[in-house]
């Protein structure tokens, strides 16, 4: 027999008729002889609408209501979902997510889910039901042992459904939507967006959470982490969707479906240099003559960090390898002798990164690298964030006691600690699709002590609040007193509560002061075979000169390249980059 989830979503539940019609489906895919667990969504916009009859009574809601109003909407389409499936002659059975046996943390509005027992769904298969089952919720045990109902966080039922895909080691987790897969972009902005056949994981969970909705980041962690067989197809249609390939994995499940340790993996690449371009000019075109003339000229750049605005200039710094350098360097003069600015370089430095997808969504984890880092006199050259990776780049004389102290800290094993290794050309597309987010804001603390620790104070002054940074970015030039800037971005939901907590920390700063920064929008490129391309960010920088889009930002990790941009301009520059990786149907 095959055991299939099938996850619909609230669109594809908007009305009597689509449910009614969802109901067809699932009896057809029965009547194929596969045993169903059926995961829901509440129905079309039914969640929004339950928030703005509490944001009618407070702007403050407890948490514990919000989940107690907002788990109604998924009860309401599983009762119905089963009504329509016993007037087409089938047996089923609704259950809510404490009936089916999940249990999660008791964090309300965004609990990870912990286990899921599965002994009672077991039961209703084996007597041939179909059972249909309300995602996004569970329930804790509270205290007193008392259950809780908890909300996984919005979006949240994929990752319901691909979590009891992996409890139930089913044969595929089918996620129903209303597009007809992962699509290059959004096409809601983007008209030309195409469908992808398939995507790894790991692209796959940067553009979740870059803001590419059409799946819960969780939910691709949680395949990536046990294979299971995802899959992403419209509910309208029988076509075959998006597959998302991960090598299989099936690591135990050490401390809950997701909770394993954060960090898999710590890194050391030596022969590391770094080039700081200053003081240069802020306007269209800068960033994209710069890296076009790096990468015509053959230099490779690995991480590039834009970092905040001094009064009409900017600074770029970027790595490349050390035997790069003299020639990089020279390409930099010939720039900086038209544009204007500073150039300063340094060699003989080191890139340390921790990676995991565990990192994701929780605070504490780049702050704890940096607080260990500063615990053993490492100070942070550079930072750069993704969301499954953190790398410092940092001075190679501290290499080894930094790689000690960092493995030892996340508790790794020598097969999990690497030095030097570098992957092989997987021939992958240098861009696989592109993401815009457009809730986030940015904010600079500038003339901050550049010392051991202060980044470290400041993630985890935020991670003490629940706030996860995303994009950081450290200045590479220090003002007259020997202060730095440093400018993240963070959720516009979390800025009340970041700028009083970072406020209390400058306090004790002498100098420093915090700029509430403007609305902005992340673009962000993702593709695996970036690493192994050149010029790919010098592409992107271009798009957006041909738009006279500025950029704010930029940052780079591995295999994404994200750029800043005012909120205004967003949609703008999503378009130009999708185009300028001929990503959409006709372009070319
Ligand atoms: P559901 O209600 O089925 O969970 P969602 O609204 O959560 O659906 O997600 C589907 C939506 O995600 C699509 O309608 C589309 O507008 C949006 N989306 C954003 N980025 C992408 C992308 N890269 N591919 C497909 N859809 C995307
Ligand atoms: N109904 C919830 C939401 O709208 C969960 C989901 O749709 O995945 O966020
Ligand atoms: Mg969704």
């Given at each position: 027999m095959t055991l299939l989830v099938q996850k619909f979503g609230g669109t594809s539940l908007g009305s009597i008729e689509r449910i009614k019609s969802v109901a067809k489906r699932i009896k057809a895919s029965k009547e194929e002889g596969n045993d169903l667990v059926i995961v829901v969504s509440a129905m079309g916009h039914s969640t929004d609408e339950l928030t703005n009859l509490a944001s009618n009574i407070t702007g403050q809601p407890s948490r514990r209501e919000m989940d107690m109003l907002l788990s109604t909407g998924e009860q309401v389409s599983i009762s119905l979902l089963a009504m329509a499936l016993h007037e087409l002659g089938e047996q089923a059975i609704s259950m809510t997510g404490n009936q089916a046996g999940i249990i999660t943390e008791s964090?309300?509005?965004?609990a990870r889910i912990?286990?899921?027992?599965t002994d009672r769904i077991k039961n209703f298969l084996n007597q041939g039901q179909i059972i249909v089952i309300a995602g996004f919720q569970g329930t804790s045990l509270g205290i007193g042992g008392i259950p809780e109902i908890t909300t996984l966080g919005r979006g949240g039922s994929d990752t319901s459904a691909v979590a009891l895909a992996a409890a139930l080691e089913a044969n595929a987790c089918e996620i129903y939507t209303?597009?007809?897969?992962?699509?290059?972009?959004d096409p809601r902005i983007v008209k030309n967006a195409q469908l992808m056949k398939s995507i790894s994981c790991d692209e796959m969970l940067e553009l979740a959470s870059l803001g590419?909705?059409?799946?819960?980041p969780r939910a691709v962690e949680i395949a990536r982490n046990y294979g299971v067989t995802l899959l992403v197809k419209s509910s309208w249609d029988n076509l075959s969707g998006t597959l998302l390939t991960s090598k299989k994995n099936n690591i135990p499940t050490k401390g809950g479906i997701e909770h394993?340790?954060?960090?898999h993996g710590l890194e050391l690449i030596e022969h590391q240099a770094v080039i700081a371009l200053s003081n240069?000019?802020?306007?269209?075109?800068i960033a994209a003559d710069l890296f076009e003339t790096l990468s015509k000229g053959g230099v490779n750049v690995d991480l590039i960090i834009q970092a905040t605005h001094q009064v009409n200039k900017n600074d770029i710094t970027f790595t490349v390898n050390e035997d790069e350098l003299k020639n990089a360097h020279s390409q930099c003069l010939h720039i900086i002798k038209s544009i204007g600015g500073e150039i300063s370089t340094q060699s003989n430095m080191t890139k340390l990164s921790i990676n995991g997808s565990?990192?994701?969504?929780?605070?504490g984890i780049a702050s704890s690298l940096f607080d260990t880092l500063s615990n053993s006199g490492v100070n942070i050259r550079l930072i750069a964030t993704s969301e499954v990776k953190v790398s410092c780049v940092i001075d190679a004389g501290l290499g080894t006691k930094a790689l000690r102290s960092v493995g030892d800290f996340f508790k790794l094993n020598n097969k999990q600690i690497s030095l030097n290794v570098t992957t092989e050309d997987?021939?992958?597309?240098?861009?696989?699709g592109v993401a815009i987010d457009k809730d986030q804001i940015q904010i600079s603390v500038k003339n901050?002590?550049?010392?051991?620790?202060t980044a470290s104070n400041i993630c985890s002054i935020l991670a003490d609040n629940n706030i996860t940074l995303d994009t950081i970015v450290q200045s590479e030039r220090k003002h007259e007193d020997n202060t730095k800037d440093i400018s993240f971005t963070i959720k516009k939901n979390d800025r009340k509560e970041a700028t009083i907590a970072i406020k209390e920390l400058i306090s004790?700063?002498?100098?420093a002061t915090l700029e509430e920064g403007k609305s902005i929008a992340r673009i962000s490129a993702v593709g695996s075979g970036m690493p192994f391309t050149r010029g790919t960010a010098a592409k992107m920088f271009r798009a957006l000169a041909n738009k006279k889009i500025n950029i704010e930002m930029i940052a780079t990790s591995e295999i994404r390249t994200t750029c800043i941009v005012p909120e205004l301009n967003g949609e703008d520059a999503l378009n130009a980059i999708h185009s300028c990786f001929k990503l959409g149907e006709n372009d070319s």
């Open positions: 964090a309300h509005g965004r912990l286990e899921i027992r209303d597009v007809p897969g992962v699509l290059t972009t590419a909705s059409v799946l819960h394993r340790s954060p960090v240069i000019p802020d306007r269209p075109g565990g990192i994701m969504g929780r605070a997987n021939h992958e597309p240098e861009v696989r901050v002590p550049d010392r051991p620790g004790n700063w002498q100098g």
